[in-house]
């Protein structure tokens, strides 16, 4: 089993910056990609962007430029550095976690961003 916990979510305003970061413990050997996703009310959970073991990235369109995702060197924490934020920003982020053997994807009970106008 993987849990994953977020930290860094909050209220701020448009233009602000926000941290986000989680933390993976437990059998969290064979870790693959890891990523954030967001779900705002009454939309679905959509991908905000990724992270493989060799440190390339995606990013959804609505974040490139403004949005940087890394990896610690150990693999097991991800962070997502928000800059420039939007109020259609605000969202419930959750972190993910893919593991390749067995496969199985694990998530984190999510961290509330709100950016206000």
């Known amino acids: 089993q993987v849990q994953l916990v977020e930290s860094g979510g909050g209220l701020v305003q448009a233009g602000g910056s926000l941290r986000l970061s989680c933390a993976a413990s437990g059998s969290t050997f064979g870790i693959g990609t890891m990523g954030w996703y967001r779900q705002a009310p009454g939309k679905q959970r959509e991908l905000v962007s990724s992270i493989t073991r060799d440190g390339s990235t995606n990013y959804a369109e609505s974040v490139k430029g403004r949005f940087t995702i890394s990896r610690d060197n150990a693999k097991t924490t991800v962070y997502l550095q928000m800059n420039s934020l939007k109020p259609e920003d605000t969202a419930v982020y959750y972190c993910?976690?893919?593991?390749?053997?067995?496969?199985?994807?694990?998530w984190g009970q999510g961290t509330q961003v709100t950016v206000s106008s």
């Open positions: 993910k976690a893919a593991k390749l053997l067995p496969p199985h994807d694990y």
